[in-house]
């Protein structure tokens, strides 16, 4: 019986190959990361730390981290994610982080992004993550169930409801309370990206069209009577909700204003110089670039430039070839990870590669976006590559899930042969070969 259990347990670590493509990328997106942000943050770093290397070198521990992380992540079976009670304790742990931030959480920029565990973490960005794994648990569930014959509505005519509840108002819901919360920061563009995430999460996952009709005629009434509820409100609650986004106002006046007749627009320099040095510093790079560590607008020109507006930075050092390169790298992270997902065979495993693939381009497409002036500012770092602790470890999180999938979902997947069915295929083809061996001997 012991040697019974030991060949039926689940491995602790998996035996599956790893994805060598997925993981080359990888250390040339983070290489190029860190010595982009070496030679962008230098000046700022100085004089804000009297050190230039400053940046770097947190950012290097913190990609160090992360590598750790996504190893990690990647070696267990992905059979171990898959559990109910770990969907129930990353969404409370993100909802109470969610909610702690939002009562107690540190003030940067007239937002309450960051909470003091000892060090500032920002939990918008464990939001991100968080949706994607418990989405995935959740909807395997679902389908798991169906497949025992169980979700069956008493009444055939209220089966659409029961599995537009279950599949689209149930989950997406859940979600919807999380991304409220990261719009009440106010953190507008990670209220976006979540959004986008759960709507290409639950699109992948297999919901019938019934059902995401079915939901939408539930979530748009009740989004009208919250609007209605606003308006109707008191004067001062209304001003006070409308002041903590002004900054949201502002910067889509400000790209509205880049179309406008000059003199026309009542902004100030001072507010659109962020926008204007930033797209002076992507101009001026031409096609070669001035070369790495050349570029004069990381001299207090463009602010933020080791963070928002780091691409722009890079280009001036670079030129149109650099900037081109960094796109094609993330394109061909994408068209990996996307291919990760074409390969699954569970729906647990297609929802991690889609989530967290899609997760990484969109925000790498937001943060070049708005640099490139086409869509208005959004605060979105640039991937691997702009300075932060919390984004860049849960980056590397994300990754070794879709790491994970790759590794594990083609073998772990499989049902395993029993011990004692085994020894009796073994005993029968034992017994098989003797028979042929007394044949030959009569025959002989």
Same mark, same amino acid.
């Given at each position: 019986m012991t040697e019974m259990r030991k060949q039926n347990s689940i491995p602790i670590m998996s035996k599956g190959k790893s994805n060598?493509?997925?993981?080359?990328?990888?250390?040339?997106?983070?290489?190029?990361?860190?010595?982009?942000?070496?030679?962008?943050?230098?000046?700022?770093?100085?004089?804000?730390?009297?050190?230039?290397?400053?940046?770097v070198v947190k950012q290097i521990f913190f990609s160090s981290l992360g590598l750790v992380a996504c190893f990690v992540i990647e070696r267990i079976p992905?059979?171990?994610?898959?559990?109910?009670?770990?969907?129930?304790?990353?969404?409370?742990?993100?909802?109470?982080?969610?909610?702690l931030t939002r009562l107690v959480g540190t003030v940067h920029g007239n937002a309450k992004r960051w909470l003091n565990l000892g060090f500032e973490f920002q939990t918008s960005e464990l939001v991100k993550i968080?949706?994607?794994?418990?989405?995935?648990?959740?909807?395997?569930?679902?389908?798991?169930?169906?497949?025992?014959?169980?979700?069956?509505?008493?009444?055939?005519?209220?089966?659409?409801?029961?599995?537009?509840?279950?599949?689209f108002i149930l989950p997406v819901g859940c979600m919807l309370v999380l991304d409220v919360f990261i719009?009440?920061?106010?953190?507008?563009?990670?209220?976006?990206?979540?959004?986008?995430?759960?709507?290409?999460?639950?699109?992948?996952?297999g919901v019938k069209l019934k059902s995401w009709l079915i939901g939408m005629a539930v979530f748009i009434p009740v989004g009208a009577l919250c609007i209605g509820i606003f308006m109707a409100s008191s004067a001062g609650f209304r001003d006070k909700i409308l002041r903590n986004f002004?900054?949201?106002?502002?910067?889509?006046?400000?790209?509205a204003a880049q179309?406008?007749?000059?003199?026309?627009?009542?902004?100030?320099?001072?507010?659109?110089?962020?926008?204007?040095?930033?797209?002076?510093?992507?101009?001026?790079?031409?096609?070669?670039?001035?070369?790495?560590?050349?570029?004069?607008?990381?001299?207090?020109?463009?602010?933020?430039?080791?963070n928002d507006y780091i691409f722009s930075v890079y280009v001036e050092e670079t030129g149109l070839v650099g900037g081109t390169i960094l796109i094609l790298i993330y394109l061909v992270v994408f068209a990996l990870g996307m291919n990760v997902a074409r390969k699954t065979k569970t729906v647990f495993g297609r929802i991690i590669a889609v989530g967290y693939t899609f997760l990484i381009m969109i925000e790498a497409m937001l943060n070049i976006a708005v640099e490139l002036k086409v869509i208005p500012a959004? &605060?979105?770092?640039?991937?691997?590559?702009?300075?932060?602790?919390?984004? /860049? $470890?849960? @980056?590397?999180? *994300?990754?070794?899930? %879709?790491?994970?999938?790759?590794?594990?979902? &083609?073998?772990?997947?499989?049902?395993?042969?029993?011990?004692?069915?085994? /020894? $009796?295929? @073994?005993?029968? *083809?034992?017994?098989? %070969?003797?028979?042929?061996?007394?044949?030959?001997?009569?025959?002989?």
């Open positions: 060598i493509p997925m993981i080359i990328m990888l250390f040339i997106l983070v290489v190029f990361g860190l010595v982009i942000l070496y030679s962008v943050s230098g000046p700022i770093a100085y004089s804000e730390h009297a050190d230039s290397s400053y940046y992905l059979r171990w994610y898959n559990q109910r009670w770990i969907m129930v304790g990353v969404y409370a742990v993100a909802l109470a982080l969610i909610i968080a949706v994607v794994l418990c989405y995935a648990i959740y909807r395997t569930m679902i389908v798991e169930l169906r497949k025992k014959g169980k979700l069956v509505a008493s009444n055939p005519k209220y089966q659409a409801l029961k599995d537009a509840f279950l599949d719009l009440i920061q106010p953190h507008f563009s990670c209220f976006i990206i979540v959004g986008l995430i759960c709507a290409i999460c639950v699109l992948v996952s002004s900054h949201v106002f502002k910067r889509f006046e400000i790209y179309d406008a007749d000059e003199g026309s627009s009542t902004l100030s320099e001072d507010d659109t110089r962020q926008v204007d040095s930033a797209s002076n510093a992507l101009g001026s790079g031409g096609v070669w670039g001035l070369g790495l560590g050349n570029s004069r607008s990381k001299y207090s020109y463009v602010s933020e430039a080791e959004t &605060g979105v770092t640039l991937p691997f590559v702009s300075y932060g602790g919390t984004a /860049q $470890v849960l @980056l590397f999180v *994300a990754f070794g899930m %879709v790491l994970c999938v790759s590794r594990t979902e &083609g073998t772990m997947f499989k049902p395993q042969q029993p011990a004692i069915e085994q /020894q $009796v295929n @073994l005993a029968s *083809a034992s017994q098989d %070969v003797d028979a042929k061996n007394e044949g030959i001997k009569v025959g002989i």
